[in-house]
């Protein structure tokens, strides 16, 4: 079925490290991947994307990476700042669904 | 450009009341959609317009939940009667076209008592 799921709820780094946030995703029909960021108050903010006919993808300061074998993706925040700050949610497109289906988030607390 | 406009920004009602909430999508934006985010959780699709059609409503709760978009451009989602469960975040989102990049509002916080 559609499922999108994250291991961790909570994820706390130091300024200025590299941050990973995971997700792991149950249908093996899912064609296309996003990542959000939502702010306190404020609604999810796209981040970057990946189709499912690739394995990485870069943006500025962030990675997305792809694992189709064991259905698991994750993002990458390279030297993570006090604006990052927020919860992280992967959404998936399963492949004829069309619609967007978004996991529970892990929530990224910067420490000083 | 303008972002997802919606109102209002927080809502207290108690159970079985009305209510209503709008939604002003990004100019020239075909696509518009309501999504109930319950505390801790992910936003869940509600209902997806195609201009001023239904693409999908398969989770609106069609009992108590209805939506409209009557001239393809401002919506309204409306909850008759209320549930203490119905106590959430309801966000709108529009892309120009479908599946495309979804740009979300700043959401309308319901508490039910």
């Known amino acids: 079925g559609e499922s999108v799921g994250l291991h961790l709820p909570t994820l706390s780094v130091q300024e200025g490290d590299n941050s990973i946030i995971n997700c792991a995703y149950s249908n093996s029909a899912s064609d296309y991947f996003i990542w959000y960021k939502q702010e306190s108050g404020k609604g999810p903010q796209f981040i970057i994307d990946?189709?499912?006919?690739?394995d990485k993808r870069q943006g500025q300061r962030v990675t997305v990476l792809l694992n189709k074998t064991v259905k698991h993706l994750s993002l990458q925040i390279a030297a993570t700042q006090p604006g990052d700050s927020a919860v992280y949610f992967c959404?998936?497109?399963?492949?004829?669904?069309?619609?967007?289906?978004f996991g529970q988030g892990t929530r990224l607390t910067i420490n000083p | 450009e303008a972002g997802v406009a919606q109102s209002p920004r927080y809502k207290i009602i108690e159970k079985r009341q009305s209510v209503a909430f709008w939604c002003n999508p990004i100019s020239g934006h075909a696509t518009l959609y309501w999504y109930q985010q319950i505390l801790g959780q992910g936003p869940k699709l509600l209902i997806q317009?195609?201009?001023?059609?239904?693409?999908?409503d398969s989770q609106l709760p069609k009992d108590r939940f209805s939506a409209e978009r009557l001239k393809g451009v401002d919506s309204t989602l409306k909850i008759q009667p209320a549930k203490l469960e119905d106590s959430a975040v309801y966000l709108c989102?529009?892309?120009?076209?479908?599946?495309?990049?979804?740009?979300f509002g700043p959401g309308t916080r319901l508490t039910v008592t």
């Open positions: 990946i189709r499912s006919n690739m």
């Open positions: 317009f195609q201009n001023n059609g239904v693409v999908d």
């Open positions: 989102a529009s892309s120009l076209v479908a599946l495309g990049e979804q740009y």
């Open positions: 959404a998936e497109i399963v492949q004829g669904a069309q619609k967007l289906v």
